[in-house]
């Protein structure tokens, strides 16, 4: 690390501000192709994934199936009570968090010296940045990878500990009694089922009238229609929250009307990118209409200025594994700034872990009918599902007008998360939807229930089922 005779400035090659995944990856690929690099971040808490994100809510989710797979056993012939404690489901919540927590700040303790500055960053220009220390840094080439946070919109403040949002539900220490949930995004939907089956009382308010951030009408009203039967979703609805003594009263008007009094509100009403403080502005950035800096996708380049972004900062797909991946190109690109290479982006792959579980794959149609051919079928009676007590939901698949390969899929099913992937790996490779169908499917699995859609797509592409495959219910299925 380069310093200079002035003590307060810092030199490196590539600075990365914020260790979150995307800036964790980055920093070690910008390092790997051989800059000096710095790690700015105010907190280093172990990225939002393990400490606010994708794994305390999964470790709340997977408690909230054990007890409903016991509310669920009388179906199955067997005599169980679920008695949920509270208090030890959220010790074990916090218990496996902070583990992870404290796995990511281990592997942040091996960085090497001088690579981590605890500091808030912003930019003074397009190659140096000021630090909340007093510290300055010049780069050659910057990585935003700051990420992003829940919104609170100002007519859900004054709620004081009675407030709830990925930032702090997961500390609880006895589960609340009632929950009212602000938006059904993946943030909120994944919250509300889970606490509900965890016993809590809860309602779910949006304001828009798609769920799960899912595309096709037909999957987002199926899904409704099926976690209605849990707990009531009012979509259209504007919400409001007014303190009532240690309650909430969440009341909604719209599309329906309502009340009810909850000792909690969860606020899942999006997540926008961590940029407001970065002072933009002096980093010469073009912003598009959200005050996000444009970029280009396949190399994260902010324009042709030395500076990249990646990770829920750019609000591209705000996901995991879009967040690494987006970490390395940008960290190798600054790297080499100005010969920056060109990276091939995976096909889109979103899974939110309800029961039935939504995804959407590849190319989904806002329009399915007017804008893609379309195949699918329903998850009602499908064999395996039946067997399990769990036969809702169904899945969509879309192929171009004239085309023969799958483009995308939308669906919300049992363990939808790995036909996803199936379908995901298949639209990859190129594979045609007859190929599909023609692949081998085993009995009784879910997959077979994917056979009913690819035939009704196959139809719909008028291409010809193959000649030596049954070709449609098998007896006995
Ligand atoms: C409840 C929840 C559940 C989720 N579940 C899933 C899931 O199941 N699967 C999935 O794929 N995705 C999931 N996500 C999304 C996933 O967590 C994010 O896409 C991912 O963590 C983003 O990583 P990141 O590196 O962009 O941001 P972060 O990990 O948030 O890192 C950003 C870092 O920037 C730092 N920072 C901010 N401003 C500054 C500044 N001015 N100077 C210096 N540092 C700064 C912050 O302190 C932070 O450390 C979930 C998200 C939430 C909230
Ligand atoms: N399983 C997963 O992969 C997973 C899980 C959670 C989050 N995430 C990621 O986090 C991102 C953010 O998710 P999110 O659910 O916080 O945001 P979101 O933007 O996807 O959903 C927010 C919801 O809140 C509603 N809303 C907005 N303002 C409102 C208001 N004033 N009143 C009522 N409703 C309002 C919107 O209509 C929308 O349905 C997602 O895009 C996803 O990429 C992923």
């Known amino acids: 690390m380069g310093r200079s005779s002035d003590d307060t400035l810092l030199k490196c090659d590539v600075a990365v501000i914020g260790a979150g995944t995307a800036g964790l990856v980055a920093e070690r690929h910008a390092r790997k192709a051989g800059a000096k690099t710095l790690l700015i971040d105010p907190e280093f808490r172990g990225t939002t994934c393990a400490a606010v994100g994708c794994m305390p809510s999964k470790l709340l989710i ?27 489901v959220m010790k074990r919540v916090q218990r496996h968090r902070d583990r992870l927590v404290e796995s990511t700040k281990a592997q942040i303790r091996k960085l090497p010296d001088g690579v981590c500055v605890k500091a808030r960053a912003k930019f003074s220009g397009p190659n140096t940045l000021d630090l909340d220390n007093g510290q300055r ?48 995004g993946p943030v909120g939907l994944e919250i509300a089922q889970a606490m509900s089956r965890l016993g809590v009382d809860v309602t779910v308010v949006d304001h828009g009238n798609s769920i799960a951030a899912l595309s096709d009408p037909a999957v987002a009203n199926r899904l409704h229609d099926i976690l209605s039967d849990e707990f009531p979703i009012c979509l259209g609805v504007d919400a409001k929250t007014v303190p009532a003594e240690d309650k909430v ?24 990118a961590n940029l407001e403080d970065l002072n933009l502005a002096k980093a010469n950035l073009k912003l598009d209409d959200h005050g996000t800096p444009v970029f280009d996708r396949k190399t994260m380049q902010c324009g042709d200025a030395p500076i990249f972004i990646a990770g829920d900062a750019n609000h591209d797909r705000p996901l995991l594994h879009e967040a690494a991946d987006e970490g390395a190109v940008a960290g190798h690109n600054a790297a080499k700034w100005p010969d920056v290479a060109r990276s091939r982006r995976k096909t889109p792959l979103s899974i939110v872990f309800t029961r039935p579980t939504a995804a959407s794959v590849g190319k989904v149609p806002f329009d399915a009918e007017a804008d893609m051919l379309v195949g699918s079928t329903d998850f009602e009676n499908q064999g395996r ?9 169904g899945i969509r698949l879309y192929a171009e007008k004239g085309g023969s390969r799958l483009s995308g899929a939308e669906m919300c099913l049992p363990d939808a998360e790995h036909l996803a992937h199936l379908l995901c790996w298949a639209i990859e490779s190129g594979m045609t939807v007859s190929q599909l169908l023609d692949s081998p499917f085993y009995h009784p699995t879910l997959e077979e229930g994917l056979k009913p859609a690819l035939r009704d797509l196959c139809e719909a592409l008028q291409e010809s089922t193959p000649w030596d495959r049954a070709d449609g219910h098998i007896p006995g299925c």
């Open 62 to 88: 997977a408690a909230a199936d054990a007890a409903h797979g016991i509310t669920q056993a009388s179906q199955l012939g067997i005599d169980a009570t679920a008695q949920v404690d509270g208090p030890a």
């Open 137 to 184: 840094v010049h780069a050659r080439a910057v990585i935003i990878a700051t990420g992003a946070a829940p919104t609170v919109p100002d007519a859900f403040s004054g709620l004081g500990d009675r407030l709830l949002t990925n930032e702090n539900v997961f500390d609880l220490e006895e589960l609340p009694t009632s929950l009212g949930v602000v938006g059904a």
């Open 385 to 393: 599902a039946t067997i399990e007590c769990r036969a809702h939901g």
């Open 249 to 272: 009263k969440l009341s909604w008007q719209g599309d329906s009307s309502g009340e009810a009094l909850v000792s909690h509100v969860f606020l899942a009403v999006g997540r926008p």
